[in-house]
Protein backbone atom coordinates (compact mmCIF):
# COMPACT_ATOMS: atom_id res chain seq x y z
CA UNK A 1 0.00 0.00 0.00
CA UNK A 2 0.79 3.78 -0.30
CA UNK A 3 2.97 3.69 -2.66
CA UNK A 4 2.88 6.60 -5.74
CA UNK A 5 1.44 8.67 -3.13
CA UNK A 6 1.72 12.36 -3.38
CA UNK A 7 2.69 13.66 -0.07
CA UNK A 8 1.91 17.63 -1.15
CA UNK A 9 -1.41 17.68 -0.04
CA UNK A 10 -2.34 21.23 -0.15
CA UNK A 11 -4.43 22.84 2.54
CA UNK A 12 -5.29 19.76 4.07
CA UNK A 13 -5.14 21.93 7.16
CA UNK A 14 -8.46 23.64 6.43
CA UNK A 15 -10.62 20.01 6.32
CA UNK A 16 -12.22 18.77 9.16
CA UNK A 17 -10.64 15.85 10.52
CA UNK A 18 -13.28 13.66 8.83
CA UNK A 19 -12.46 15.21 5.25
CA UNK A 20 -8.72 14.59 5.78
CA UNK A 21 -9.19 11.39 6.63
CA UNK A 22 -10.96 10.75 3.26
CA UNK A 23 -7.97 12.53 1.34
CA UNK A 24 -5.62 10.53 3.09
CA UNK A 25 -7.40 7.73 2.21
CA UNK A 26 -7.70 7.99 -1.12
CA UNK A 27 -4.31 9.19 -2.00
CA UNK A 28 -2.76 6.21 -0.04
CA UNK A 29 -5.25 3.28 -0.83
CA UNK A 30 -6.21 2.74 2.84
CA UNK A 31 -9.16 0.11 3.67
CA UNK A 32 -12.13 1.56 5.07
CA UNK A 33 -11.30 -0.61 8.39
CA UNK A 34 -7.91 1.26 8.58
CA UNK A 35 -9.34 4.81 7.94
CA UNK A 36 -12.01 4.45 10.75
CA UNK A 37 -9.20 3.09 12.99
CA UNK A 38 -7.91 6.26 12.77
CA UNK A 39 -10.81 8.15 14.03
CA UNK A 40 -9.90 6.37 17.28
CA UNK A 41 -11.65 4.19 20.04
CA UNK A 42 -10.18 1.19 18.01
CA UNK A 43 -8.08 -0.53 20.48
CA UNK A 44 -11.03 -2.09 22.53
CA UNK A 45 -10.69 -2.69 26.24
CA UNK A 46 -10.43 -6.17 26.09
CA UNK A 47 -7.25 -6.10 23.85
CA UNK A 48 -5.69 -3.00 26.45
CA UNK A 49 -6.39 -5.37 28.78
CA UNK A 50 -4.32 -8.00 27.27
CA UNK A 51 -1.25 -5.69 26.66
CA UNK A 52 -0.62 -3.75 30.21
CA UNK A 53 -1.42 -4.59 33.79
CA UNK A 54 -4.25 -3.30 35.84
CA UNK A 55 -5.68 -1.48 33.04
CA UNK A 56 -8.85 0.75 33.81
CA UNK A 57 -9.24 2.28 30.94
CA UNK A 58 -7.55 4.25 27.28
CA UNK A 59 -5.90 7.02 26.72
CA UNK A 60 -6.18 8.96 23.41
CA UNK A 61 -3.81 11.62 21.79
CA UNK A 62 -4.46 13.45 18.64
CA UNK A 63 -3.63 11.40 15.06
CA UNK A 64 -2.20 13.99 12.54
CA UNK A 65 0.14 13.65 9.16
CA UNK A 66 2.49 15.53 8.61
CA UNK A 67 2.45 16.04 4.75
CA UNK A 68 5.15 17.31 1.56
CA UNK A 69 8.54 14.62 2.50
CA UNK A 70 9.95 13.12 -0.02
CA UNK A 71 12.64 10.66 1.40
CA UNK A 72 15.34 8.97 -1.56
CA UNK A 73 12.72 10.23 -4.64
CA UNK A 74 9.26 8.45 -2.93
CA UNK A 75 6.91 10.38 -0.86
CA UNK A 76 5.58 9.72 2.10
CA UNK A 77 2.43 10.68 4.23
CA UNK A 78 4.03 10.62 8.02
CA UNK A 79 1.65 9.51 10.72
CA UNK A 80 2.15 11.56 14.06
CA UNK A 81 0.93 10.63 17.53
CA UNK A 82 1.58 13.87 20.06
CA UNK A 83 -0.01 16.35 22.15
CA UNK A 84 2.58 19.37 21.28
CA UNK A 85 0.97 21.77 19.16
CA UNK A 86 2.99 23.18 16.17
CA UNK A 87 5.18 19.79 15.25
CA UNK A 88 3.30 18.52 12.57
CA UNK A 89 2.71 21.99 11.06
CA UNK A 90 6.61 22.27 11.45
CA UNK A 91 8.04 18.93 9.89
CA UNK A 92 5.44 19.65 6.84
CA UNK A 93 6.65 23.38 6.77
CA UNK A 94 10.64 21.90 6.83
CA UNK A 95 9.73 18.95 4.14
CA UNK A 96 7.95 21.67 1.84
CA UNK A 97 11.28 23.60 2.15
CA UNK A 98 13.54 20.72 1.35
CA UNK A 99 11.26 19.35 -1.33
CA UNK A 100 12.45 22.54 -3.49
CA UNK A 101 15.80 20.56 -3.51
CA UNK A 102 14.54 17.23 -4.06
CA UNK A 103 13.95 16.24 -0.45
CA UNK A 104 15.40 14.12 1.88
CA UNK A 105 18.02 11.34 1.64
CA UNK A 106 18.47 8.75 3.87
CA UNK A 107 20.04 5.11 4.15
CA UNK A 108 20.02 2.80 7.27
CA UNK A 109 22.58 0.53 9.01
CA UNK A 110 21.58 -3.36 9.29
CA UNK A 111 19.21 -3.81 11.88
CA UNK A 112 21.49 -5.34 14.77
CA UNK A 113 20.66 -5.13 18.24
CA UNK A 114 23.26 -6.17 21.32
CA UNK A 115 22.52 -8.63 23.98
CA UNK A 116 24.42 -8.28 26.96
CA UNK A 117 25.09 -10.97 29.27
CA UNK A 118 26.90 -10.08 32.68
CA UNK A 119 29.80 -12.57 34.24
CA UNK A 120 30.78 -11.97 37.68
CA UNK A 121 33.51 -13.83 39.59
CA UNK A 122 35.08 -15.19 36.77
CA UNK A 123 38.16 -16.88 38.40
CA UNK A 124 40.41 -15.98 34.98
CA UNK A 125 38.97 -13.54 32.72
CA UNK A 126 41.85 -13.94 29.70
CA UNK A 127 41.16 -17.73 29.87
CA UNK A 128 37.19 -16.94 29.81
CA UNK A 129 37.46 -14.45 27.17
CA UNK A 130 39.37 -17.17 24.93
CA UNK A 131 36.85 -19.78 25.90
CA UNK A 132 33.76 -17.75 25.28
CA UNK A 133 35.25 -16.54 21.66
CA UNK A 134 35.91 -20.53 20.90
CA UNK A 135 32.58 -21.38 21.52
CA UNK A 136 31.09 -19.03 19.37
CA UNK A 137 29.50 -21.13 16.98
CA UNK A 138 27.93 -23.25 19.95
CA UNK A 139 26.34 -19.62 21.20
CA UNK A 140 25.10 -18.75 18.13
CA UNK A 141 23.40 -21.83 17.75
CA UNK A 142 21.52 -21.99 21.39
CA UNK A 143 20.57 -18.56 20.68
CA UNK A 144 18.96 -18.91 17.25
CA UNK A 145 17.08 -21.84 18.81
CA UNK A 146 15.52 -19.40 20.92
CA UNK A 147 13.60 -17.58 17.67
CA UNK A 148 13.99 -19.82 14.46
CA UNK A 149 10.78 -17.13 13.16
CA UNK A 150 13.61 -14.35 13.00
CA UNK A 151 16.48 -16.78 11.79
CA UNK A 152 13.79 -18.13 9.07
CA UNK A 153 12.99 -14.04 8.06
CA UNK A 154 16.68 -14.24 7.53
CA UNK A 155 18.27 -12.87 10.91
CA UNK A 156 19.39 -13.87 13.47
CA UNK A 157 22.46 -14.30 15.90
CA UNK A 158 25.47 -13.42 14.27
CA UNK A 159 28.57 -13.19 16.35
CA UNK A 160 29.89 -13.06 20.18
CA UNK A 161 31.84 -10.06 21.39
CA UNK A 162 33.35 -9.88 24.90
CA UNK A 163 34.08 -6.99 27.34
CA UNK A 164 36.35 -7.18 30.23
CA UNK A 165 35.87 -4.27 33.34
CA UNK A 166 38.52 -4.99 35.48
CA UNK A 167 36.86 -2.20 38.41
CA UNK A 168 33.32 -1.66 39.07
CA UNK A 169 30.96 -0.57 42.71
CA UNK A 170 31.64 -4.55 42.86
CA UNK A 171 34.53 -5.55 41.73
CA UNK A 172 35.61 -6.85 37.82
CA UNK A 173 32.72 -8.56 35.75
CA UNK A 174 33.01 -9.44 31.98
CA UNK A 175 30.06 -8.72 29.45
CA UNK A 176 29.12 -10.94 26.93
CA UNK A 177 27.53 -9.01 23.88
CA UNK A 178 25.21 -11.55 21.75
CA UNK A 179 24.95 -9.26 17.88
CA UNK A 180 21.40 -10.21 16.52
CA UNK A 181 19.87 -9.14 13.16
CA UNK A 182 16.62 -8.45 13.72
CA UNK A 183 15.45 -7.72 10.45
CA UNK A 184 11.89 -6.18 10.67
CA UNK A 185 11.40 -6.82 14.37
CA UNK A 186 12.32 -4.53 16.79
CA UNK A 187 13.70 -7.22 18.72
CA UNK A 188 13.61 -7.19 22.44
CA UNK A 189 12.08 -10.26 23.10
CA UNK A 190 14.12 -12.39 20.60
CA UNK A 191 17.20 -10.95 21.90
CA UNK A 192 16.23 -10.84 25.97
CA UNK A 193 15.43 -15.02 25.41
CA UNK A 194 18.40 -15.63 23.87
CA UNK A 195 20.34 -13.85 26.62
CA UNK A 196 18.76 -15.85 28.84
CA UNK A 197 19.09 -19.25 26.85
CA UNK A 198 23.09 -18.91 26.45
CA UNK A 199 23.99 -17.48 29.81
CA UNK A 200 24.49 -20.95 30.86
CA UNK A 201 26.85 -21.62 28.67
CA UNK A 202 28.51 -18.64 29.19
CA UNK A 203 29.24 -19.97 32.82
CA UNK A 204 30.37 -23.13 31.71
CA UNK A 205 32.84 -21.36 29.63
CA UNK A 206 34.29 -18.95 32.25
CA UNK A 207 33.73 -20.44 35.53
CA UNK A 208 31.72 -17.34 36.64
CA UNK A 209 27.88 -16.63 37.51
CA UNK A 210 25.72 -15.17 34.92
CA UNK A 211 23.66 -11.81 36.55
CA UNK A 212 21.94 -9.62 33.89
CA UNK A 213 20.42 -11.22 30.62
CA UNK A 214 19.05 -8.57 28.47
CA UNK A 215 19.39 -5.88 25.42
CA UNK A 216 20.97 -3.04 24.94
CA UNK A 217 19.08 0.14 24.07
CA UNK A 218 22.21 2.18 22.69
CA UNK A 219 21.46 0.36 19.32
CA UNK A 220 24.72 1.85 18.31
CA UNK A 221 24.77 -0.86 15.40
CA UNK A 222 21.39 -0.22 13.74
CA UNK A 223 21.53 3.60 12.68
CA UNK A 224 20.11 5.53 10.02
CA UNK A 225 20.67 8.60 8.10
CA UNK A 226 19.35 11.76 6.98
CA UNK A 227 20.40 14.14 4.50
CA UNK A 228 19.20 17.32 3.30
CA UNK A 229 20.28 20.29 1.17
CA UNK A 230 17.78 23.66 1.21
CA UNK A 231 18.25 26.79 -0.87
CA UNK A 232 18.30 29.96 0.48
CA UNK A 233 15.18 31.17 -1.19
CA UNK A 234 12.94 28.60 0.18
CA UNK A 235 14.32 29.92 3.77
CA UNK A 236 14.12 33.87 3.25
CA UNK A 237 10.34 34.98 5.15
CA UNK A 238 9.49 38.33 6.42
CA UNK A 239 11.86 40.22 4.94
CA UNK A 240 14.82 38.02 5.97
CA UNK A 241 17.00 37.06 3.56
CA UNK A 242 17.43 33.74 3.34
CA UNK A 243 21.67 33.49 3.29
CA UNK A 244 20.92 35.49 6.85
CA UNK A 245 18.18 32.76 7.65
CA UNK A 246 21.04 30.22 7.04
CA UNK A 247 23.70 32.52 9.09
CA UNK A 248 21.38 32.33 11.97
CA UNK A 249 20.70 28.53 11.85
CA UNK A 250 24.01 27.89 11.75
CA UNK A 251 24.49 29.81 15.20
CA UNK A 252 21.66 28.14 16.52
CA UNK A 253 23.42 24.61 15.65
CA UNK A 254 26.87 26.31 16.68
CA UNK A 255 25.23 26.78 20.04
CA UNK A 256 23.78 23.39 20.39
CA UNK A 257 27.24 21.79 19.55
CA UNK A 258 29.15 23.33 22.46
CA UNK A 259 26.76 23.88 25.65
CA UNK A 260 24.94 20.61 26.60
CA UNK A 261 22.15 22.57 28.33
CA UNK A 262 21.06 24.09 24.72
CA UNK A 263 22.11 20.20 23.34
CA UNK A 264 19.16 18.70 24.93
CA UNK A 265 16.67 21.21 24.34
CA UNK A 266 17.51 20.87 20.43
CA UNK A 267 17.69 17.25 20.26
CA UNK A 268 14.57 17.42 22.03
CA UNK A 269 13.18 19.34 18.86
CA UNK A 270 14.85 16.28 16.73
CA UNK A 271 13.30 13.51 18.72
CA UNK A 272 9.94 15.81 18.28
CA UNK A 273 9.62 15.07 14.92
CA UNK A 274 10.67 10.86 15.78
CA UNK A 275 8.59 10.02 18.85
CA UNK A 276 5.27 10.93 17.08
CA UNK A 277 6.32 8.84 14.32
CA UNK A 278 7.48 6.24 17.00
CA UNK A 279 4.01 6.05 19.01
CA UNK A 280 1.50 6.08 15.64
CA UNK A 281 3.05 3.24 14.38
CA UNK A 282 3.03 1.12 17.87
CA UNK A 283 7.07 0.97 18.52
CA UNK A 284 8.95 1.54 21.99
CA UNK A 285 9.62 5.47 22.22
CA UNK A 286 11.30 4.60 25.42
CA UNK A 287 14.05 2.66 23.89
CA UNK A 288 14.44 5.41 20.94
CA UNK A 289 14.41 8.12 23.49
CA UNK A 290 17.05 6.92 25.57
CA UNK A 291 19.15 5.29 22.85
CA UNK A 292 19.65 8.52 21.09
CA UNK A 293 20.67 10.60 24.01
CA UNK A 294 23.23 8.11 24.76
CA UNK A 295 24.13 8.30 21.40
CA UNK A 296 24.38 12.06 21.86
CA UNK A 297 26.76 11.35 24.63
CA UNK A 298 29.20 8.91 22.94
CA UNK A 299 32.11 11.00 22.77
CA UNK A 300 32.23 11.84 26.66
CA UNK A 301 30.07 14.93 26.14
CA UNK A 302 26.64 15.45 25.64
CA UNK A 303 26.30 17.76 22.20
CA UNK A 304 23.63 18.01 18.65
CA UNK A 305 22.68 15.18 17.38
CA UNK A 306 22.33 17.06 14.20
CA UNK A 307 25.01 18.69 12.20
CA UNK A 308 24.23 21.68 9.59
CA UNK A 309 26.88 23.36 7.58
CA UNK A 310 26.95 25.50 4.32
CA UNK A 311 28.12 24.30 1.18
CA UNK A 312 29.96 25.43 -1.11
CA UNK A 313 27.05 26.63 -3.23
CA UNK A 314 25.51 28.24 -0.45
CA UNK A 315 22.95 25.57 0.49
CA UNK A 316 22.06 24.84 4.04
CA UNK A 317 22.81 21.06 4.85
CA UNK A 318 21.58 19.01 7.57
CA UNK A 319 23.18 15.26 8.54
CA UNK A 320 21.73 13.54 11.43
CA UNK A 321 22.39 9.85 12.41
CA UNK A 322 21.28 8.15 15.73
CA UNK A 323 20.37 4.52 16.49
CA UNK A 324 16.41 3.57 15.57
CA UNK A 325 15.55 0.29 17.09
CA UNK A 326 11.90 0.06 15.20
CA UNK A 327 10.18 -2.62 13.70
CA UNK A 328 7.07 -3.18 11.91
CA UNK A 329 6.69 -6.56 12.90
CA UNK A 330 5.58 -7.92 16.37
CA UNK A 331 4.74 -6.55 19.75
CA UNK A 332 2.04 -3.24 19.44
CA UNK A 333 2.56 -2.62 15.46
CA UNK A 334 0.37 -5.01 14.48
CA UNK A 335 -2.04 -5.27 17.88
CA UNK A 336 -3.21 -1.84 17.51
CA UNK A 337 -5.96 -1.08 14.61
CA UNK A 338 -4.14 2.59 14.39
CA UNK A 339 -0.80 1.02 14.36
CA UNK A 340 -1.38 -1.09 11.61
CA UNK A 341 -3.24 1.96 9.53
CA UNK A 342 0.06 3.97 10.55
CA UNK A 343 2.17 1.49 8.77
CA UNK A 344 -0.38 1.07 6.43
CA UNK A 345 -0.30 4.82 5.02
CA UNK A 346 3.68 4.77 5.19
CA UNK A 347 3.74 1.77 3.38
CA UNK A 348 7.08 1.27 4.46
CA UNK A 349 8.20 -2.41 3.54
CA UNK A 350 11.14 -3.00 5.90
CA UNK A 351 11.79 -1.66 9.72
CA UNK A 352 14.72 -0.44 7.94
CA UNK A 353 12.57 1.81 5.63
CA UNK A 354 10.65 3.07 9.11
CA UNK A 355 13.66 3.72 10.94
CA UNK A 356 14.54 6.27 7.55
CA UNK A 357 11.07 7.71 7.45
CA UNK A 358 11.82 8.33 11.30
CA UNK A 359 15.52 10.24 11.16
CA UNK A 360 13.97 12.07 8.25
CA UNK A 361 11.29 13.35 10.25
CA UNK A 362 13.70 14.68 13.06
CA UNK A 363 15.43 16.22 10.80
CA UNK A 364 12.61 18.27 9.80
CA UNK A 365 11.53 19.07 13.17
CA UNK A 366 15.17 19.94 13.95
CA UNK A 367 15.33 22.16 10.64
CA UNK A 368 11.51 24.24 11.37
CA UNK A 369 12.56 24.56 15.55
CA UNK A 370 15.66 26.63 14.43
CA UNK A 371 14.18 28.51 11.62
CA UNK A 372 11.75 29.46 13.77
CA UNK A 373 14.38 30.20 16.62
CA UNK A 374 16.71 32.26 14.42
CA UNK A 375 14.00 34.26 12.94
CA UNK A 376 10.54 35.50 14.31
CA UNK A 377 10.84 33.33 17.84
CA UNK A 378 8.46 29.93 18.38
CA UNK A 379 5.62 31.80 20.28
CA UNK A 380 4.05 33.04 17.34
CA UNK A 381 3.50 29.74 15.66
CA UNK A 382 2.48 28.40 18.74
CA UNK A 383 0.28 30.99 19.90
CA UNK A 384 -2.88 30.11 17.72
CA UNK A 385 -3.10 26.09 18.73
CA UNK A 386 -1.73 27.55 22.50
CA UNK A 387 -4.86 29.70 22.71
CA UNK A 388 -7.02 26.87 21.35
CA UNK A 389 -6.01 24.94 24.03
CA UNK A 390 -6.24 27.01 27.20
CA UNK A 391 -10.07 27.46 25.35
CA UNK A 392 -10.71 23.87 25.49
CA UNK A 393 -9.03 24.09 29.15
CA UNK A 394 -11.71 26.32 30.47
CA UNK A 395 -14.57 24.29 29.13
CA UNK A 396 -15.45 26.10 25.42
CA UNK A 397 -17.01 23.68 23.34
CA UNK A 398 -15.75 22.94 20.15
CA UNK A 399 -18.01 25.76 17.95
CA UNK A 400 -16.61 28.41 20.93
CA UNK A 401 -13.36 27.32 20.88
CA UNK A 402 -12.32 29.80 17.26
CA UNK A 403 -13.81 32.81 19.05
CA UNK A 404 -12.62 32.51 22.35
CA UNK A 405 -8.74 31.84 20.75
CA UNK A 406 -9.01 34.85 18.82
CA UNK A 407 -9.88 37.06 21.44
CA UNK A 408 -7.36 36.05 23.48
CA UNK A 409 -4.82 36.26 20.36
CA UNK A 410 -6.40 39.68 19.62
CA UNK A 411 -6.01 41.26 22.93
CA UNK A 412 -2.31 39.41 23.71
CA UNK A 413 -3.58 38.00 26.42
CA UNK A 414 -3.67 34.04 26.30
CA UNK A 415 -4.00 32.82 29.76
CA UNK A 416 -6.75 30.78 31.35
CA UNK A 417 -8.58 33.23 33.37
CA UNK A 418 -9.14 35.41 30.12
CA UNK A 419 -10.42 32.43 28.34
CA UNK A 420 -13.25 31.82 31.35
CA UNK A 421 -13.76 35.72 31.06
CA UNK A 422 -14.38 35.65 27.23
CA UNK A 423 -16.56 32.20 27.71
CA UNK A 424 -18.27 34.03 30.24
CA UNK A 425 -19.29 36.80 27.93
CA UNK A 426 -20.17 34.76 25.01
CA UNK A 427 -22.72 32.62 26.74
CA UNK A 428 -23.99 35.61 28.48
CA UNK A 429 -24.19 37.15 24.79
CA UNK A 430 -26.08 34.22 23.41
CA UNK A 431 -28.42 33.84 26.53
CA UNK A 432 -29.56 37.23 25.81
CA UNK A 433 -29.69 37.36 22.40
C1 LIG B 1 9.82 22.56 21.60
O1 LIG B 1 9.04 21.41 21.77
C2 LIG B 1 11.07 22.23 20.83
C3 LIG B 1 12.08 23.37 20.70
O2 LIG B 1 12.40 23.87 22.00
C4 LIG B 1 13.31 22.78 20.04
C5 LIG B 1 14.47 23.74 20.01
O3 LIG B 1 14.59 24.59 20.89
O4 LIG B 1 15.30 23.56 19.09
C6 LIG B 1 11.52 24.53 19.91
Known amino acids: MASGVNSRIEGLYRHNPEERR ?44 ATNFTINGRDYLIPMV ?46 AEAAILGQTIELIERANAQSMSMVARGGGARSVEVHRFDSSPMGPMMVVHLLVDCRDAMGANAVNSMCEAIAPLLEAASGGRAMLRILSNLADKRTATARV ?82 DAHGFLCGELTIPLAVGIVGGATRVHPAARAALDILGVRSAGELAEVCVCAGLASNLAAMRALATEG ?22 EVATIAQQMIDTASIKPAAAEQFLAALRNCLTEA
Open 229 to 310: RIAADALTRDGIDGHEVIERILWAHAFAVVDPYRATTHNKGIMNGIDPVIVATGNDWRAVEAGAHAWASRSGRYTSMSHWYR
Open 378 to 399: IQRGHMSLHARQIALAAGAEAT
Open 22 to 65: RRIADETGLTATATDALAGCVLGQERADKMIENVVGLYELPFGI
Open 82 to 127: VEEPSIVAGASYAARMARATGGFIATHAEPVMIGQIQLIEVPDSRA
